[in-house]
């Protein structure tokens, strides 16, 4: 089944210390997202790729970067994680072709982070 | 500024209807979404409307009044399997981006 998959479902990392979170896609989309997601609260856009252009949320902190080495690979990194960036992260696809349509979002399961 | 509201929280019993309103202010407007995330899953999409009306999809219903910037998600015969997070997101004046709302947390009773 095409689907979004991220990894690892849950990460432990220490005040501080830099981790990486992965996500991969095989529904060959053109978008990917990365959303942040804290308890009852609504996801919350960090940044996306259109392609391979990258598009950052002006109120996204600096210590949030991601890569998209391909179409069907994408990385969070956080540089230096903060106890405020404890959260669920979720990636999403979709497709954009320009013309009408739904491009409904595809959301893999979501890494949980948590910082000690 | 942007904004989008929902309901907190609603419960209903199982076999009952229920219906969860959403009201939106933002700068563009093209689609509204309905997304349901069960706890600690990643949210799935139920429905798109762009235009005014109703849009019916088996047990849910998804209605749009763009004029009066408000929607609705109608979930009939209701299964306990429904006890979820529902979302309305607006894809405002960006492609492909969304707002979403802080979630409508459904608890459906025996």
């Known amino acids: 089944d095409a689907m979004v998959i991220q990894n690892p479902r849950y990460q432990v990392t220490q005040f501080g210390k830099p981790v990486t979170l992965s996500c991969s896609q095989t529904l060959n989309h053109n978008v990917m997202y990365w959303y942040q997601q804290k308890s009852s609260q609504a996801p919350k856009l960090l940044f996306h790729y259109y392609d391979k252009d990258f598009n950052n949320e002006a109120d996204t902190p600096d210590n949030f970067q991601s890569r998209r080495p391909n179409t069907s690979f994408c990385f969070l990194d956080i540089r230096s994680p903060g106890l405020g960036d404890a959260a669920m992260y979720l990636c999403a696809t979709s497709t954009f072709s320009g013309g009408r349509g739904s491009y409904e979002q595809y959301f893999g399961p979501g890494t949980r982070l948590t910082v000690t | 500024g942007q904004n989008i509201d929902q309901p907190t929280e609603m419960t209903a019993t199982e076999g009952a209807i229920v219906q969860i309103n959403c009201t939106y202010q933002?700068?563009?407007?093209?689609?509204l979404f309905w997304y349901q995330q069960h706890a600690g899953e990643a949210p799935t999409f139920l429905s798109y409307?762009?235009?005014?009306g109703l849009e019916e999809k088996g047990r849910f219903s998804s209605f749009l009044s763009r004029s009066k910037g408000y929607s609705y998600l109608l979930l009939k015969e209701l299964q306990m399997k429904d006890s979820a997070s529902y979302l309305c997101?607006?894809?405002?004046?960006?492609?492909?981006?969304?707002?979403f709302g802080a979630g409508t947390q459904v608890v459906v009773t025996p």
């Open positions: 997101a607006v894809r405002g004046d960006s492609w492909g981006k969304l707002q």
């Open positions: 933002t700068s563009g407007f093209n689609g």
């Open positions: 409307n762009v235009l005014d």
